[in-house]
């Protein structure tokens, strides 16, 4: 069954230190993959996506994320962090030829001013 | 409105009662999707309507579990004979349109068996 493991489960950066959230995923085949972010009090929300071409995809708010195929890893960045950030993040894995979605258990960020 | 809402946002119910949760997703999107999201854990789908086609009910953990999709809109999940590990956030989220496979997400609603 296909699954995503999201290794680090709480974070907590000082503002201005460089972020890399790790999400790796088994699925041998094409995959589309997607990081989410949920603020606090908010709804889930898209922060970036990768369906083909380019692997390194930039997403909204600075962040970033690099598909490597070989690893089977869709890791999230950002080069400087800011107090904003603090929020769950969440690494999904859709397979293109069906409708599903699966989600990693999320990494809880804090970022401390 | 401009995005998926859910109701009620709080839910707590006693063991045993039924419950019905409420999605109604983006006007025009085809695909709609519950998710349950238990502490420390990550998304776990429930179910999937899309358009006008069969259900895909395989991520119902037990037949407690129902979900109806009214003219092609607006959803309810049921849940029958409530029990404690029920108790999750259950979320909705649609999608469709030239972004088909962006899931736009609602708030979730909190339910709390006792």
């Known amino acids: 069954a296909q699954s995503v493991s999201q290794h680090n489960h709480h974070v907590i950066l000082s503002e201005a230190a460089s972020l890399e959230l790790g999400c790796n995923y088994s699925?041998?085949?094409?995959?589309?993959l997607f990081w989410y972010v949920q603020y606090p009090g908010q709804h889930l929300q898209l922060l970036l996506k990768?369906?083909?071409?380019?692997?390194l995809v930039k997403g909204i708010k600075g962040f970033e994320a690099e598909f490597i195929k070989s690893k089977f890893s869709f890791n999230l960045r950002k080069p400087s962090v800011q107090w904003s950030d603090t929020a769950e993040y969440f690494c999904?894995?859709?397979?293109?030829?069906?409708?599903?979605?699966?989600f990693g258990t999320g990494t809880r960020l804090k970022v401390l001013a | 409105g401009a995005g998926v809402s859910q109701s009620p946002s709080n839910k707590v119910t006693e063991k045993g009662k039924d419950v019905e949760l409420r999605c109604d997703p983006i006007?025009?999107?085809?695909?709609l999707y519950w998710y349950r999201q238990s502490l420390g854990q990550g998304l776990e789908f429930l179910i999937y309507?899309?358009?006008?086609?069969?259900?895909?009910k395989s991520g119902l953990p037990s037949d407690r579990f129902s979900a109806e999709r009214t003219g092609g809109s607006v959803s309810t999940l049921t849940i029958q004979r409530t029990q404690q590990e029920d108790s999750a956030v259950y979320l909705c989220?649609?999608?469709?349109?030239?972004?088909?496979?962006?899931?736009?997400f609602g708030p979730g609603t909190r339910l709390t068996v006792t």
């Open positions: 989220a649609s999608s469709g349109g030239l972004r088909l496979y962006e899931q736009y």
């Open positions: 699925y041998g085949g094409t995959v589309n």
């Open positions: 990768y369906f083909s071409g380019d692997p």
């Open positions: 999904a894995v859709r397979d293109p030829g069906t409708y599903k979605y699966i």
């Open positions: 006007s025009g999107h085809t695909a």
């Open positions: 309507f899309q358009g006008n086609s069969a259900p895909d």
